[in-house]
Structure formats: structure tokens, C-alpha cells
């Protein structure tokens, strides 16, 4: 604004609005094939160009920076059109995403014409491709989506074709909006009858074709919405198990099917192939239902999405199935993982049966006044980290055969140890509480808690006899007196020490006063 005042009256008059619009709105554009937007230009963009495809990215993002190259990719291909792209980094322009209800992590959005509050939803786009795709989808009509249906058949990559008797229909229209939302997915509209007359089939049908075989079929009706016929195509474009990676990621958390059954298992274990097998067959049962997915727990890059589940490698093999609407999620209780169990498993949760797995019981009544005591997960750490009692827990499974054999085990340690009221035996559901706890190994687990203020777990795993039990308690204890005696030492230390900071700064204030 100096510069401004020594260029004079005349000088100023002439630039005073160039330089207010400056000053509202910072400087234009980035020049280039993508805009760099952000809070002080973002509107003049929106009136420069017709159509303005915004790109909402965290910079840490893998997908992106996937997203960010699709972008500079069609963006050297719309050069010189009205379609101009840009990105907005939402971590620096947290306003500019606030103001505009960026919510997202991969937002994509198409303003018209400077309309700054109604914009469309471009779908995450896997390519380059896709974005063209989408906007010539977009712009055109189902005219554009007739091909030759011999080209269609012998593609390697799944292609969805409209067969249609009338291509004035309100079915075609439906066909050609799917089509719009799906850029990634080749479409086709024909009306010829050697197509349908060799599936067997009539007219207002949709086909799923890959390399001449026809993978499923879906036949039009008044009822079916643009949502329907999409999560038909994107449910039958997948396997019906798909393995959790990074590449299959977007489309598994993005599919119209909410209900997702989630296999973790070691796919190096010598049952992966069996169990496996039995969780495909029971995935076909389920189509547009349950998507099925299985997670590797030995692949690393797992780690996070274990961590959500709260399942631990050793855990594995197990299903969870989750309601990505509401997140609740269930357990199937069987150590059996054979078809048959599989899907019983999945009709008691889509007929509301099933028990949601949650992060604790409730406390039963009396569940102190037996022998063994029954923890849920609200209990487990206060009674095993009471440091003035020794506390011994089998962790179980109901469902396991293994677990119920040591039951009967565990009552005769309580008996044995019913005078020692330093001593408490416990028991806790590890399938229905969580266990937020460093552990090893599988259940059923044996645990001892020993009497300190250090919350320590020593796992058991001699023989499962009273006898060898009650030799590993009292050695464990002898361990836990010794350790004692050294933290109570440091403890009454610090006691003192903090009293004596605490008289020194009440000297103090006395001084001051």
C-alpha cells in the first residue's frame, strides 16, 4: 500500500479496486495445469472458470497423493477446455474446508458456473481415465454408452451392458446415472436380440459380462433406484472374498453394502486354505447382503485395522462382523470355522439374533461370593492390580472345548487356596469383554497377577495340575515379596520427599506473607 500512496491521486483512483479485490481475495491462481486454491482466491477461480473441479487433499495422505496425480493427468488433457482443475490442501485451509463443510479425506467436488454452495460429487477417481470418463459421462447421454456388444463379451475387464427395448425408457435413464457415479467401470447399451437370446434372457436386463461369460444378471423393474442398480454392480465387480490391502481398501470401506463379515487369519498357517474355503462358500449365501473380506494378522501394514478390532494376532483364526452404519460388532462364538457354522453365524445377525461384542459385560450379581470369581472387563484390571492381593485368571472361550476342560480345574484351585485370603482365583469371558492388555499366546490363558504396585502379568505354562499351579503361586510370590520390599522402600521415599517439598514451599509463603 506505500507503492500505492507515491504513485499518486490519478494512479491510485485507477487501481483502488484491483488492489481492494486483492486485498479480499490474496493472489490469483498458480498458473498451470492445477490451481493451487486457497482461502483468498478460491472465489475468483470459482468466477473464471465455467466448471472448476476441486480436489480436497491431506497433504500425508496416500490416497492423496493417488488422487493428486489422477489429477495432473486429465488436467494436461483438458487444456484449453471450460473444465479447469484444482487442489486445496484442507490441513493449511482448515477456514476455507470449514466454510465449505469439507468433512472428508478425498472430497471431490465440480462447481458450475461460480455456484459456491451447490456443487456435485465427483466419485474417488482410480485414474486419469476416470476423471474424463466421469465428466464426458456426465455431460452426455446414454447415446454415448452404445457399443458393439461383441467388444463388450471378450473384454478382459468386467463391463456392464444395458439391454433395452426402448432407449426412451425410464429404465435407461436409471442405467446411464449408475453409470455417471461409476467412471472406473466400462459401460454399454444395446438393444440388439442376439445379445439377450444367448443369455437366455429379455429385454430391460442389466449384464454383467467378463471375457464372454455372463457373471450375473439383474432385470430392471419400476422399483429399481440408481442406488440399487449401483450396489449390484460394485457388490458383483468384486470377488465374493476380497482380501483387505491397500489397493482394495477404498472400494471396501466405499461399498453400498454396510454389513461387513471380516475373516482374520494367517494366510501362512497350514488351515488358511481350508478355512478360507469355507468362508468363499458361505460369502456366495450373502451377496448384497454381507460383503466378506479376510485380513492377513502376519502382513504389518494390518496393524492399524487389527488395532480398531482389537484382535491380536494369536487370536487368529476369527470373524467378526461389523455394522460400518452404527460400528457395532459381533463375534461368532466357535472355534469351528466350517461353512455351515459360517452362515448360521451370519443369518442370526441379519435376523437380529446375535450377541454385539461389547468392550465389557455386565458386572453380575454376586460374582464375588463363589470360589472363582467371574471378571468382566470393567473389573478385570481393578481386581488384578490390587497390589495387596496375588490374583490367578483363566482367561476362556465358551465356545472352546479346550476352555470348558479347565473349568472344573480351576474349582479345585479355588478349593485349594479357600484360605487364603491373599490369594484370589478368577475367571473372565475373553469373547465377550476386551482384554486391553499386553498378553501371549491363545486361549485359554493362565495369568497371574502378582501382589505389586507394578501392574505385571506373568503367563503360565507348565502343566495344568493343582499340584504344579499351586508350586508356580507360591514361587511367583516369593518373586513378588521380594519386589515389594524394594517399592515400598522408593515409595516411602517419594512420600517423604514430597512432604518435605510441600513444608518447604509452605515456609516459603510464610516468608512472603
Given at each position: 500500500?506505500?507503492?500505492?500512496?507515491?504513485?499518486?491521486?490519478?494512479?491510485?483512483?485507477?487501481?483502488?479496486?484491483?488492489?481492494?479485490?486483492?486485498?479480499?481475495?490474496?493472489?490469483?491462481?498458480?498458473?498451470?495445469?492445477?490451481?493451487?486454491?486457497?482461502?483468498?482466491?478460491?472465489?475468483?477461480?470459482?468466477?473464471?472458470?465455467?466448471?472448476?473441479?476441486?480436489?480436497?487433499?491431506?497433504?500425508?495422505?496416500?490416497?492423496?497423493?493417488?488422487?493428486?496425480?489422477?489429477?495432473?493427468?486429465?488436467?494436461?488433457?483438458?487444456?484449453?477446455?471450460?473444465?479447469k482443475l484444482a487442489v486445496v490442501?484442507?490441513?493449511?485451509?482448515?477456514?476455507?474446508?470449514?466454510?465449505?463443510?469439507?468433512?472428508?479425506?478425498?472430497?471431490?467436488?465440480?462447481?458450475?458456473?461460480?455456484?459456491?454452495?451447490?456443487?456435485?460429487?465427483?466419485?474417488?477417481?482410480?485414474?486419469?481415465?476416470?476423471?474424463?470418463?466421469?465428466?464426458?459421462?456426465?455431460?452426455?447421454?446414454?447415446?454415448?454408452?452404445?457399443?458393439?456388444?461383441?467388444?463388450?463379451?471378450?473384454?478382459?475387464?468386467?463391463?456392464?451392458?444395458?439391454?433395452?427395448?426402448?432407449?426412451?425408457?425410464?429404465?435407461?435413464?436409471?442405467?446411464?446415472?449408475?453409470?455417471?457415479?461409476?467412471?472406473?467401470?466400462?459401460?454399454?447399451?444395446?438393444?440388439?436380440?442376439?445379445?439377450?437370446?444367448?443369455?437366455?434372457?429379455?429385454?430391460?436386463?442389466?449384464?454383467?459380462?467378463?471375457?464372454?461369460?455372463?457373471?450375473?444378471?439383474?432385470?430392471?423393474?419400476?422399483?429399481?433406484?440408481?442406488?440399487?442398480?449401483?450396489?449390484?454392480?460394485?457388490?458383483?465387480?468384486?470377488?465374493?472374498?476380497?482380501?483387505?490391502?491397500?489397493?482394495?481398501?477404498?472400494?471396501?470401506?466405499?461399498?453400498?453394502?454396510?454389513?461387513?463379515?471380516?475373516?482374520?487369519?494367517?494366510?501362512?498357517?497350514?488351515?488358511?486354505?481350508?478355512?478360507?474355503?469355507?468362508?468363499?462358500?458361505?460369502?456366495?449365501?450373502?451377496?448384497?447382503?454381507?460383503?466378506?473380506?479376510?485380513?492377513?494378522?502376519?502382513?504389518?501394514?494390518?496393524?492399524?485395522?487389527?488395532?480398531?478390532?482389537?484382535?491380536?494376532?494369536?487370536?487368529?483364526?476369527?470373524?467378526?462382523?461389523?455394522?460400518?452404519?452404527?460400528?457395532?460388532?459381533?463375534?461368532?462364538?466357535?472355534?469351528?470355522?466350517?461353512?455351515?457354522?459360517?452362515?448360521?453365524?451370519?443369518?442370526?445377525?441379519?435376523?437380529?439374533?446375535?450377541?454385539?461384542?461389547?468392550?465389557?459385560?455386565?458386572?453380575?450379581?454376586?460374582?464375588?461370593?463363589?470360589?472363582?470369581?467371574?471378571?468382566?472387563?470393567?473389573?478385570?484390571?481393578?481386581?488384578?492390580?490390587?497390589?495387596?492381593?496375588?490374583?490367578?485368571?483363566?482367561?476362556?472361550?465358551?465356545?472352546?472345548?479346550?476352555?470348558?476342560?479347565?473349568?472344573?480345574?480351576?474349582?479345585?484351585?479355588?478349593?485349594?487356596?479357600?484360605?487364603?485370603?491373599?490369594?484370589?482365583?478368577?475367571?473372565?469371558?475373553?469373547?465377550?469383554?476386551?482384554?486391553?492388555?499386553?498378553?501371549?499366546?491363545?486361549?485359554?490363558?493362565?495369568?497371574?497377577?502378582p501382589a505389586l504396585y507394578a501392574?505385571r502379568v506373568v503367563v503360565y505354562?507348565?502343566?495344568?495340575?493343582?499340584?504344579?499351579?499351586?508350586?508356580?503361586?507360591?514361587?511367583?510370590?516369593?518373586?513378588?515379596?521380594?519386589?515389594?520390599?524394594?517399592?515400598?522402600?522408593?515409595?516411602?521415599?517419594?512420600?517423604?520427599?514430597?512432604?518435605?517439598?510441600?513444608?518447604?514451599?509452605?515456609?516459603?509463603?510464610?516468608?512472603?506473607?
Open positions: 500500500m506505500k507503492t500505492l500512496r507515491l504513485l499518486g491521486l490519478t494512479a491510485f483512483c485507477l487501481c483502488a479496486f484491483v488492489a481492494a479485490d486483492n486485498r479480499a481475495e490474496g493472489p490469483p491462481p498458480e498458473e498451470g495445469d492445477v490451481l493451487q486454491l486457497k482461502k483468498g482466491n478460491f472465489n475468483r477461480a470459482l468466477r473464471k472458470n465455467k466448471q472448476l473441479l476441486v480436489h480436497f487433499y491431506a497433504p500425508l495422505s496416500g490416497e492423496g497423493h493417488r488422487i493428486s496425480a489422477a489429477f495432473e493427468g486429465a488436467a494436461a488433457e483438458l487444456r484449453g477446455s471450460e473444465v490442501d484442507v490441513a493449511k485451509e482448515k477456514d476455507l474446508a470449514k466454510e465449505l463443510n469439507v468433512t472428508g479425506l478425498a472430497t471431490i467436488r465440480l462447481y458450475l458456473a461460480g455456484d459456491k454452495h451447490n456443487p456435485v460429487t465427483c466419485p474417488v477417481p482410480q485414474s486419469s481415465a476416470s476423471i474424463l470418463t466421469w465428466l464426458k459421462r456426465r455431460a452426455g447421454s446414454a447415446a454415448d454408452l452404445i457399443a458393439d456388444p461383441s467388444q463388450s463379451e471378450s473384454s478382459e475387464e468386467l463391463t456392464v451392458v444395458g439391454s433395452f427395448k426402448e432407449l426412451d425408457h425410464e429404465y435407461v435413464r436409471v442405467f446411464y446415472d449408475a453409470a455417471v457415479d461409476l467412471p472406473d467401470v466400462n459401460f454399454a447399451v444395446t438393444q440388439s436380440n442376439e445379445v439377450i437370446t444367448k443369455y437366455g434372457l429379455s429385454h430391460d436386463v442389466v449384464l454383467l459380462l467378463k471375457q464372454s461369460k455372463l457373471i450375473q444378471a439383474y432385470k430392471m423393474t419400476p422399483e429399481t433406484s440408481k442406488e440399487m442398480l449401483i450396489a449390484f454392480i460394485t457388490v458383483y465387480q468384486m470377488d465374493p472374498v476380497t482380501e483387505y490391502t491397500g489397493q482394495t481398501a477404498t472400494r471396501i470401506l466405499t461399498s453400498p453394502v454396510s454389513s461387513h463379515a471380516l475373516l482374520f487369519v494367517n494366510k501362512g498357517s497350514a488351515a488358511f486354505k481350508e478355512i478360507h474355503s469355507a468362508f468363499s462358500g458361505a460369502a456366495e449365501s450373502f451377496r448384497l447382503k454381507i460383503l466378506f473380506v479376510w485380513v492377513d494378522v502376519d502382513e504389518p501394514r494390518n496393524g492399524r485395522l487389527m488395532e480398531y478390532f482389537r484382535v491380536r494376532d494369536f487370536e487368529a483364526p476369527l470373524i467378526r462382523l461389523v455394522n460400518l452404519t452404527d460400528h457395532v460388532t459381533y463375534h461368532l462364538p466357535s472355534d469351528t470355522l466350517d461353512e455351515r457354522t459360517i452362515k448360521a453365524f451370519c443369518r442370526s445377525y441379519l435376523e437380529g439374533e446375535a450377541k454385539p461384542k461389547m468392550q465389557s459385560e455386565p458386572i453380575p450379581e454376586g460374582w464375588d461370593e463363589q470360589p472363582v470369581k467371574e471378571l468382566v472387563g470393567m473389573t478385570l484390571e481393578k481386581v488384578g492390580f490390587n497390589p495387596n492381593k496375588t490374583v490367578f485368571v483363566l482367561f476362556y472361550l465358551p465356545y472352546s472345548a479346550e476352555s470348558r476342560a479347565l473349568f472344573p480345574l480351576w474349582e479345585e484351585l479355588a478349593g485349594a487356596l479357600k484360605d487364603r485370603e491373599d490369594v484370589v482365583v478368577a475367571r473372565i469371558d475373553a469373547s465377550a469383554n476386551d482384554i486391553n492388555m499386553s498378553m501371549q499366546g491363545g486361549y485359554p490363558s493362565l495369568c497371574l497377577f501392574e505354562t507348565g502343566k495344568r495340575k493343582v499340584k504344579d499351579l499351586l508350586k508356580f503361586l507360591d514361587k511367583e510370590m516369593e518373586k513378588a515379596k521380594k519386589y515389594r520390599v524394594t517399592e515400598d522402600e522408593d515409595r516411602r521415599k517419594y512420600i517423604e520427599a514430597a512432604k518435605a517439598e510441600e513444608a518447604k514451599q509452605a515456609n516459603q509463603t510464610k516468608d512472603e506473607l
